[in-house]
Nanobody, 119 residues
Framework: QVQLVESGGGLVQAGGSLRLSCAAS????????MGWFRQAPGKERERVAA????????AYADSVKGRFTIARDNANNMVYLQMNSLKPEDTAVYYC????????????WGQGTQVTVSS
């Protein structure tokens, strides 16, 4: 199995930055793609960014393009989300997720970390 543990959330003022980290452990060789999702109260979960575990191809939600950057460190089984120019609407619980199939849904999830952006 694969375990995912997020860290790095917190409270930041609008315009500030945070970096989220996700540590993957276990059978990481089965991972095809990693993603960061977020869910704000009363809203549906949204995929924020994703990265191929090998090759590094990335994808971003329109709402974060140019502000967020996803990166991976395969040697240390880490995935990061650098968040710059944060806005109050970025406030949410952020989840790290892994997908073990080339197509289909993400099937492994971390416990989430709270990000709060004050205006």
């Amino acid at each position: 199995q694969v375990q995912l543990v997020e860290s790095g959330g917190g409270l930041v003022q609008a315009g500030g930055s945070l970096r989220l980290s996700c540590a993957a452990s276990g059978r990481t060789g089965s991972i095809v793609r990693m993603g960061w999702f977020r869910q704000a109260p009363g809203k549906e979960r949204e995929r924020v960014a994703a990265i191929a575990w090998s090759g590094g191809l990335t994808a971003y939600a329109d709402s974060v393009k140019g502000r967020f950057t996803i990166a991976r460190d395969n040697a240390n089984n880490m995935v990061y989300l650098q968040m710059n120019s944060l806005k109050p609407e970025d406030t949410a619980v952020y989840y790290c997720a892994a997908r073990r199939n080339i197509v289909g849904s993400y099937d492994l999830w971390g416990q989430g970390t709270q990000v709060t952006v004050s205006s």
